[in-house]
């Protein structure tokens, strides 16, 4: 029912920043909150952050946290994810998600975008 697409990925040398954005179609009131993740190779999709459409309360994961920042403008159903601090760690897709609920599991995202490619080098 909701189609995401994210951008602004690509190829950084370590301490670099980059934002992505992703928009999404369309918003209602069921939809309560939109979430960052990422999937290195050969590891599972993990939790990077998130936010509320209403208040924009937000959380991150640990390993993120001070470097990365989320925000949100819902006159354009789109939501940022300003990453600083780039580190080779941090390489690995992008993917934007849609829930009815605050979470930091996947299962709890309905829709997701496809991704965007983010490396970063030594």
């Known amino acids: 029912q909701v189609r995401l697409v994210e951008s602004g990925g690509g190829l950084v040398q370590a301490g670099a920043s980059l934002r992505l954005s992703c928009v999404a179609s369309?918003?209602?009131?069921?939809?309560?909150?939109m979430g960052w993740f990422r999937q290195a190779p050969g590891k599972e999709r993990e939790f990077v952050a998130r936010i509320t459409w209403t208040g924009g309360s937000t959380g991150y994961a640990d390993s993120v946290k001070g470097r990365f920042t989320i925000s949100r403008d819902n006159a354009k159903n789109t939501v940022y994810l300003q990453m600083d601090g780039l580190r080779p760690e941090d390489t690995a897709v992008y993917y934007c998600a849609s829930s009815k609920v605050n979470s930091r599991y996947k299962s709890a995202y309905d829709y997701w975008g496809q991704g965007t490619q983010v490396t970063v080098s030594s």
């Open positions: 369309r918003r209602t009131f069921s939809d309560y909150a």
